[in-house]
């Protein structure tokens, strides 16, 4: 059967290649497109740049190949742009012509073919479902109806690492801890519901579909099968786990949540707007027809990846810094001191007040940038791009981590100095006012959630460091801060144990 199915595949590998051979003598006669390395047929250049497309290869390859470069990658075409001119051009000026995004044979299950909002096509379902999503989630009433929910949630962190002996000698996974701190925010954003602990049996199966979600997609391991559809075959395991995982994944969504709020909904009157949770609002435009229960599931999964986990890395990157940097957090504690008052704790309302914290969480969202090749966009025509064709349906990087870490734009990129947010960058907003500085992307596409996010990064790392001295484990003398990128992700590859020593006011 194998052999069989082999012989079959090397057969269509050998007509693949004729077929490739004379589409590309024609392609090449009517297409100027942008520099890259020579491709071979069929398989293109992934044989010679391999799976691993980080951040960091593709900024090795855009100092070789330039601020555009195109791949061929088996049967689709990947354009890579790394300058902030042409990073305005496909977020902002051409906005409409790239705003779409490309899908994967993993993502098309994982999002039901484009039934959500963060990897469907730039057109009416996009925009409907952003609409619809915007009152419950991104406004700054979301923010003013929640921000004591972040607070106290951020306090019961602290609380929790006072109790525990082990966090002040040997040390703890703090993010273990934080981990069920950012599901609470969102959970009670989303649904008025919170996780009372880490050992939570629904918390726990929650948390492991989401990750088993996370590592299935954002795996180069299933290149080979998306970019060579005559392979797709060898795949068929690979997706077979990950519709399982999908599966199983919506299921608890609606079982535990979606129908718990609905007779919820059902029983007690939900007139009181300010009473209702973000999931009324989009049962509310489900049922005036707007979308349909498909999309109420996918609302929930997009939300479970694009907030918890992005805001959830960007702690951990930006604890790991202030551990490695004890100097910046010193400053940073004297900051808080110094405006709040010893043991005043750090509110949303007094971020504003803060501006070294502000620049501890900016430098954290450049260096260590969690989605460094923002989510791909895509163009669903033909287009032109610095005088090059884009082919119908590339897939578009912009590889925001090297517009933020490049040496000709930057003053010392590798460094981790906060301070250039307060002198030299003291104009650069996350928001996007600057196009090499993009953590959020800018346009059409862009975060909506960086009204979230910004802020209970700040009242975390703000009320970690005024609560404890953080260091590295004993016998350690830093963290390890290796990397760990995936499909457009960076997380850090170990999580560190963490030792956070109580610091006491004296009043
Ligand atoms: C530190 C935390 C976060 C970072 C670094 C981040 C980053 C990003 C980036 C880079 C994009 C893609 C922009 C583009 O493709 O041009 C994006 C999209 C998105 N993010 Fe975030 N995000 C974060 C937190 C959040 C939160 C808290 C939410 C929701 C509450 C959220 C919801 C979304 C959604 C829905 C999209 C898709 C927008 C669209 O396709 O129209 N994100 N995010």
């Known amino acids: 059967m194998d052999l069989l199915l082999l012989e079959k595949t090397l057969l269509a590998l050998f007509i693949a290649m004729v077929l490739a051979i004379i589409i590309s003598k024609l392609r090449g006669k009517r297409f100027k497109l942008p520099p890259g390395p020579l491709p071979v047929p069929v398989f293109g250049n992934w044989l010679q740049v391999g799976d691993d497309l980080n951040h960091r290869n593709l900024t090795d390859m855009a100092k070789k190949f330039g601020d555009i470069f195109l791949l061929r990658m088996g049967q689709r075409n990947l354009v890579a742009v790394s300058s902030p001119e042409l990073a305005k051009e496909v977020l902002h000026t051409q906005g409409v012509e790239f705003g779409s995004r ?18 469907t096509v730039y057109g009416e379902h996009w925009r409907k479902m952003r609409r619809i999503m915007t009152v419950p989630f991104f406004t700054n009433k979301v923010v003013l109806q929640n921000k ?46 919170r996780f009372e602990s880490e050992d939570d049996p629904l918390f726990v199966k929650l948390k492991t579909l989401n990750a088993e979600r996370s590592r299935l997609s954002q795996s180069f391991e299933y290149n080979y099968g998306d970019f060579i559809p005559i392979l797709r075959p060898f795949l068929r395991g690979y997706l ?8 199983r994944r919506l299921q608890l969504f609606k079982e535990h949540f979606i129908d718990e709020r609905k007779k919820l909904a059902s029983t007690k009157a939900m007139d009181n707007e300010s009473l209702k949770c973000a999931m009324d609002h989009i049962l509310d435009a489900q049922k005036k027809g707007e979308i349909n229960e498909d999309n109420v599931l996918y609302i929930v999964e997009n939300i479970n990846v694009a907030a918890i986990e992005t805001t959830l890395w960007s702690i951990e990157w930006g604890i790991a810094e202030l551990v490695n940097h004890p100097e910046i957090q010193k400053k940073l504690r004297h900051e808080i001191d110094t405006v709040l008052g010893p043991g005043v704790q750090v509110t949303e309302s007094e971020i504003q007040n803060l501006p070294y914290l502000q620049a501890v969480v900016k430098e954290t969202l450049r260096l260590r940038m969690a989605i460094p090749l923002l989510v791909p966009h895509m163009n669903l025509h033909d287009a032109k791009l610095n005088g090059y064709d884009i082919p119908a349906e590339s897939k578009i990087l912009v590889n925001a981590w090297r517009l933020a ?3 000709s734009h930057w003053k010392r990129p590798e460094e981790f100095r906060p301070e250039r947010f307060l002198e030299e960058e003291s104009n650069v907003e996350a928001s996007g006012n600057d196009f090499r500085y993009l953590p959020f992307g800018v346009g059409r596409r862009s975060c909506p959630g960086i009204i979230l996010a910004l802020p209970i ?9 005024q609560n404890f001295e953080l260091l590295p484990s004993p ?11 995936g499909q457009f992700s960076l997380q850090i590859l170990k999580h560190s144990t963490v030792v956070a020593k109580p610091r006491s006011f004296q009043v």
């Open 102 to 119: 490309t899908r994967n044979v993993v993502f098309d299950i994982f999002t039901g073919k484009g039934q959500d909002m963060v990897f």
């Open 148 to 193: 004591a929910g972040w607070e106290d949630e951020a306090a019961r962190v602290v609380e929790d690492l006072k109790k525990n002996p082990e966090a002040s000698t040997t040390g703890v996974v703090i993010r273990r801890r934080l981990q069920l701190m950012m599901y609470n925010n969102m959970y009670r954003i989303m649904f008025n519901r």
């Open 240 to 247: 077979k786990v990950c519709k399982d995982v999908k599966e």
């Open 405 to 407: 870490n490049n040496p």
């Open 457 to 465: 990064i700040g009242i975390t790392l703000g009320r970690l460091v």
């Open 475 to 485: 016998g350690q003398s830093k963290i390890d801060t290796s990397e760990k990128a």
